[in-house]
């Protein structure tokens, strides 16, 4: 079999087990009278249950049912569940490997490979502004360095993210209603990923955003878990209007929306294109779009609230799915970006403004909100006590970096650092799953401490993917991020470098935090808690290890070119998914000593560092443990109420646009059919009456008058010609007599 061949299946398997577990969750309920599956007794009460959301404001995931640890048996179709939903996974996994595989053999990883379905829409319509062909879409995947790349993480971390999800999850009633949605999930990522054109990535898109509705809102009994729901879906929709005039813009250039034919043209004739700037306009609508399914500023405020869905789900929305899908696209779209930079500098010259950049520059408006939003979301990142939402806010902080890598053209080290993070951010979600499992359902770490006595494997799983996050020499995190933070410096933004260098001292303090309140110290909350607290069962404690062992190691793959020459194997790799550009428009390479490259990576280690110590500090062991991060709130009590409040953004939202657009836009909509359209119907009853009075007076006189004046005429010469009628012969005699006298004369007169 080809490459070719595997293609189709790797997201037919998801699907699949989405329709067997759906399908048989369906049967269940049914026979249940529309109810999920009543659960026994617990081993340990209730703490899992609704009665720690309340207690918690809503913030518990693991709640709605999952009351314990015993073991149930009453769940319907539970075995079904346990085998389909990961087996399902772990299929697409292994058809991803062999597709790959037989790609490299067949191309030497050099080349693309498209495998075409079937035409979607055939339009038939010649599109374009530039002599294109007939546009139509085909149902047609693609397989190139970059799809590759995302088919490996994504289907192995998602298979992983399933058989922990069998742990976890192991308790709920839905447990196959959640199976089925996170194969749903998975199968919309996979279309999203290996789609050949932007509309079946559109469609992927799309899947992805609708998953994320159903998990994020799971425990929808629970008004804040369907609130987060909604939000997410609102803030991807808003996202989405942007993506779709990229979209749209890209037909009106190139009149089709295939990848090979629309990056083909652009880079053959970079000019054509970038002239009047609407490849600029498209690269920032499709980046709109971007920041929705990525959480960038501003639309950002629903990833921290996605936090309401079960904690796997959160571990595949921020590892393996969903949040990556905007770095993707952009990383996907790259000849777009590259020509919108380069027609900038054509355009404003080789020394521009900043708000020159911002208004010609799509990729400099990329790299700009990126680094913004990591820095942002790092300082919010510092004040939270929830474990979920530290981690939430880590993820929106870390998709700033990848977009800054992104916007700085350094495509490669974008996705290098996607893929780096999937490693530790998986392990890091999933090991905070562990912790909230482990403590019936406790999430504010506020009430936790001591942990690594009682849940070793945990801590150690946690505390090595926290190396990897925090830039510690020879993790994953540390390759990723370094060169991010040195691709940002060399190619001209000393102030991006800054707030980069800034974020990544700050990742390493809030994320050290973490673990010194969770696994270090005394325990802080009920001691009936920590009677009953023990580690995770294998099927967690597995995946743990194993998402652990790929945050030591997967970074090596990129160890950068200055310490050892052709030893970043990871851009080499993705080269071929970077079309080269004409050379005129080929940004120069600029020339860096070897010392400037190892006094920044040295210097972003020390930054790093210094967070680490000051973490160290702050949240040592002992009985007082919050002695000096309270001193420094004391000190800066409007900085802190700023950071914990998330600098109010969520506040501003709900005044301007729900309660000031909405219920005030409301109104006065309400205003404008009471006055306006219902003026103009009522208007149009009144005018209609009239104008029926007037038609009732015309078709009395005139149409009614005229035919009672044919019918009279009729009657009056009736009444005449029936005198005529005498009855006696000699009448009609005569009268005959008079007619051939009166014809004679007739004819004498004009003969």
């Not at 789609?195 to 998953?211: D, P, R, S, T």
């Not at 500098?345 to 680094?371: C, I, Q």
């Not at 205003?671 to 104008?691: F, K």
């Amino acid at each position: 079999m080809t490459a070719s061949d595997f293609l189709p299946w790797i997201p037919v398997f998801p699907l699949l087990g989405f329709l067997v577990n759906g399908l048989l969750y369906l049967v269940a309920h049914s026979k249940l009278g529309g109810k999920d599956a009543p659960l026994g007794s617990h081993g340990h009460g209730d703490a899992h249950g609704a009665g720690h959301a309340a207690s918690h404001g809503g913030h518990d995931d693991h709640g709605a049912g999952h009351g314990g640890h015993g073991d149930h048996h009453d769940i319907p179709f539970k075995t079904v569940h346990t085998w389909v939903g990961p087996i399902a996974s772990g299929l697409s996994f292994v058809f991803a490997l062999l597709a790959i595989l037989s790609w490299w053999k067949e191309t030497g990883g050099h080349h693309e490979i498209v495998a075409t379905l079937w035409t979607w829409i055939p339009m038939g319509v010649n599109g374009g502004w530039f002599g294109s062909p007939e546009f139509s879409v085909d149902v047609a995947f693609r397989l190139d360095p970059l799809s590759a790349l995302m088919l490996g993480f994504v289907t192995f971390i998602g298979t992983l993210i399933h058989v922990y999800s069998v742990g976890y999850m192991g308790h709920d009633e839905g447990f196959g209603k959640f199976f089925a949605y996170l194969n749903l999930f998975m199968f919309a990522m996979l279309t999203l990923v290996l789609g050949a054109n932007l509309a079946i990535l559109f469609v992927g898109w799309e899947g992805v955003g609708l998953c994320s509705y159903l998990l994020i809102g799971y425990y929808n009994t629970k008004d804040f878990a369907a609130d987060a729901g909604k939000k997410a879906f609102v803030m991807n929709r808003i996202g989405d209007a942007g993506f779709l005039m990229g979209l749209f813009a890209c037909v009106a250039m190139f009149g089709t929306v295939d990848f090979g034919k629309m990056f083909g043209a652009a880079a053959a004739n970079p000019g054509v294109y970038a002239a009047g700037g609407l490849m600029t306009f498209a690269c920032l609508a499709l980046f709109v779009g971007a920041t929705g399914k990525s959480a960038q500023i501003p639309l950002f405020v629903w990833l921290p609230d996605a936090m309401a869905g079960p904690t796997p789900v959160s571990a595949l929305i921020h590892a393996a799915t969903m949040v990556t899908a905007g770095v993707y696209m952009v990383a996907r779209c790259n000849v777009f970006f590259r020509i919108s930079h380069e027609w900038a500098l054509k355009t404003l010259g080789e020394d521009p403004s900043v708000w020159g950049l911002l208004t010609h520059d799509a990729s400099f408006v990329v790299a700009v909100v990126g680094g913004v939003t990591a820095f942002v979301a790092a300082t919010i990142g510092l004040a939270q006590t929830d474990i979920k939402k530290v981690l939430a806010y880590s993820t929106v902080s870390q998709l700033g970096y990848m977009f800054l890598g992104c916007g700085v053209l350094a495509f490669g080290a974008g996705m290098f650092h996607v893929f780096t993070h999937a490693w530790f951010k998986a392990c890091l979600f999933l090991g905070s799953g562990s912790v909230i499992h482990a403590l019936s359902g406790e999430q504010e770490m506020t009430a936790m401490g001591g942990l690594r006595k009682k849940i070793p494997h945990t801590y150690r799983t946690m505390l090595i993917s926290t190396l990897a996050i925090a830039g510690v020499p020879g993790l994953a995190g540390f390759f990723s991020k370094d060169l991010i933070l040195g691709e940002t410096f060399l190619q001209g933004h000393p102030v991006l470098w800054v707030l980069a260098a800034l974020t990544a001292g700050l990742t390493a303090f809030y994320m050290f935090r973490l673990v010194k309140m969770t696994f270090f110290g005394e325990y802080r909350g009920p001691k009936e808690t920590w009677d009953h607290v023990h580690e995770s069962p294998a099927t967690m404690t597995v995946p743990l290890w194993i998402l652990a062992i790929g945050a030591i190691v997967v970074g090596w793959v990129g160890i950068p070119n200055f310490v050892l020459p052709g030893g970043n194997r990871f851009e080499a790799f993705l080269h071929p998914s970077f079309p080269a550009l004409p050379p005129d428009w080929t940004p120069h390479p600029h020339e860096v000593s070897h010392a400037l490259e190892w006094a920044l990576m040295l210097g972003s280690v020390a930054i790093a560092g210094v967070g680490i110590l000051l973490a160290t500090k702050f949240f040592y062991p002992g009985s007082a443990p919050y002695a000096l991060p309270a001193k420094v709130v004391a000190a800066f009590p409007v900085a802190y109420r700023w950071v914990r409040n998330k600098y109010f953004v969520d506040e501003f939202y709900e005044a301007v646009f729900v309660n000031g657009l909405v219920k005030k836009g409301g109104r006065l909509l309400w205003e404008i059919d009471a006055r306006v359209v219902d003026g103009l119907v009522n208007g149009t009853r009144h005018l209609t009456v009239g104008l029926s009075h007037v038609s009732s007076w015309f078709d009395k006189t005139f149409v009614d008058g005229a035919v009672n004046g044919v019918g009279d005429s009729f009657q009056a010469a009736y009444k005449g010609y029936g005198k005529l009628q005498t009855g006696q012969t000699q009448n009609y005699a005569f009268g005959m007599a008079a007619g051939v006298f009166a014809l004679v004369c007739i004819y004498i007169i004009f003969a």
